[in-house]
């Protein structure tokens, strides 16, 4: 399975940016997608996640500003960034999580950096 991330890229304080991130080769359903983040001597975590269903959950320093969707035909989800601050800065990595005969496994993408400038 391969996870192809886009979007990143620098922009200022208050603006906005949507990353994208398709996944590809899976024969079995994707449960759950999702957008962690990993800033230079931090850990990396989570950002924001859907199910196949639609729920979704976010990390509390994004809430009203992030919005997780994601289309289940194309196998892609998307993080639409709005109110962009310094402290978003980080590399955003995609994440897949899928039930195989073997058990659940997860899927990371490459990484697409996010600046943000003050």
């Known amino acids: 399975v391969q996870l192809q991330a886009s979007g990143g890229g620098l922009v200022q304080a208050g603006g906005s940016l949507r990353l994208s991130c398709a996944a590809s080769?899976?024969?079995?359903?994707?449960?759950?997608m999702g957008w962690y983040r990993q800033a230079p001597g931090k850990q990396r975590e989570l950002v924001a996640a859907?199910?196949?269903?639609?729920?979704?959950n976010y990390a509390g320093s994004v809430k009203g500003r992030f919005t997780v969707s994601r289309d289940n035909a194309k196998n892609t989800v998307y993080l639409q960034m709005n109110s962009l601050k310094p402290e978003d800065t980080a590399v955003y990595y995609c994440?897949?999580?899928?039930?195989?005969?073997?058990?659940?496994?997860?899927?990371w993408g490459q990484g697409t950096q996010v600046t943000v400038s003050s």
């Open positions: 994440n897949a999580d899928i039930y195989e005969p073997t058990g659940w496994r997860d899927y």
């Open positions: 080769g899976s024969r079995f359903s994707i449960h759950v």
């Open positions: 859907i199910s196949s269903g639609g729920s979704t």
